[in-house]
């Protein structure tokens, strides 16, 4: 009996302890000015736009790491508060081109992109005409093949990417304009040290004639007449290249839990951005200089909760990635190498671009987030969201974004995307797009840092009850669900 007594009163000081901090006050911690504070370094000049792989990323990476140190966070990877990864970039040196023996001229005849070179070289003797139209739903057998198709009113690249996934070889797109861009001498940036070896080029339409059998060139009358089927078609590219190497790095930074400890929930956002462009600085304040900041503040109330007896049940993880702007590859490379189990990764909260107001929101624009992907995975963050926002947030919680017929498909455009396609519950948080978007004009002195305050405070009250929920989130939607 005494001793159970004495048991009681040890929970009761554990409890007391745990309880020096509660939630509300410990979202203070997060105010205007201090996300200014961060802001004012992460989209100053001296970070040069914080594109992946330059010296710009590498300083923003500095300073996120001597803010997660302060706070007292541990590294999270190895010891280490970076995670690096390399990104390569096909560089084309030399092009030649012989169709049917005869040679091409680069930039008058044809068009290449350095994003879809052939590995050494390309050669065939046989073709497959697609005509204009051609789409993932081709029933046609592509495997290993080179298709040759006529541009219509689409993107081309839309028709090469879907080669691509059919397994098709290479594409060919006949140009119907024939007023086209330089080739690209630099490729998009990837993750696989290997170059995927697919090929595609642009031809004029009266070069492109050879490739069907044409001795002349043809009029736009005469290619619509071009019967769809394999043509024996010599081809012969060749191409010099190398892929440069760029360095690159995510930021990860954790607060350990006590009681679950193999269990973790993530905050992220991307801290890179496009860098300079002809001389010109692109400052990416909002995009995602703002998210970027929000993180670091977050980690700095949990951190200072921390200070005063608060201790989340599941380890919570501060991760800022890089190479969002050249394809989310900073997420997608910590999706393919968790440092963390991702099975055991509760939930994923992304903050990307929240300081600023959509200029056709037509709520209360003080007072407004945008919500996404919350409903995807797991049917338990759409009632958290509601609960912490009902208590204490007050916020217009704005859910437009999920509409899977939404054209601006937002959802598939953060870094949350990566943790979803694996599986993970994740919500977006975002204001929509403005002018400035993606412009060098997305600068510090457009954010609201009044209403980016009440958006952190509700994302961190958020963070607070999904660390201390005693389950994970559970994952109970169905996988096949539209949009997913
Ligand atoms: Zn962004």
Known sequence: ????????????????????????????????????????????????????????????????????????????????????????????????????????????????????????????????????????????????????????????????????????????????????????????PRLAQKPTGFSYFKVTKSFGSKLVGGSKAYSDQEWSEIPKGIYTTNIEWKVEQHAKEMPSANVIAYLPAKEKTDEYLFITSHYDHEGIKNGVIYYGADDDGSGTASVVAIAGAFANAAKQGFVPKRNIVFMNVSGEEKGLLGSKYYSEHPVFPLEKTTADLNIDMVGRIDPTYNGDSNNYVYIIGEEKISSDLQKITNSINNEAGHLEIDRRFNDPNDPNRFYYRSDHYNFANKGVPVLFYFNGTHRDYHQPSDTIEKINFDLMEKRVRFIFKTAWEIAMKDEMLKRDMPLDMPGR
């Open 1 to 188: 009996m005494r001793k159970l007594l004495f048991l009681n009163f040890l929970l009761i000081c554990a409890i007391t302890h745990a309880q020096k901090i509660d939630i509300s006050t410990a979202s203070k911690f997060i105010t205007a000015d201090g996300l200014k504070e961060h802001l004012s370094v992460i989209a100053s000049a001296e970070m040069q736009g914080r594109e992946a792989g330059t010296e710009g990323e590498r300083k923003a990476a500095a300073y996120l790491i001597s803010q997660y140190k302060k706070f007292n966070l541990k590294p999270g990877f190895n010891g280490n508060y970076k995670l690096p990864f390399t990104l390569y970039q096909d560089v084309a040196a030399t092009s030649e081109l012989k169709i049917n023996g005869e040679p091409a001229t680069l930039d008058e005849d044809y068009w290449t992109n350095a994003s879809y070179l052939p590995t050494n070289a390309l050669k065939t003797n046989a073709i497959i005409y697609v005509g204009s139209e051609f789409n993932e739903k081709t029933k046609l057998d592509v495997k290993g093949k080179i298709l040759v198709a006529t541009e219509n009113e689409e993107n081309s690249l839309r028709k090469v990417a879907a080669a691509q996934k059919l397994g098709a070889a290479a594409m060919i797109i006949v140009s119907k304009t024939n007023t086209n861009a330089p080739s690209a001498n630099t490729g998009r």
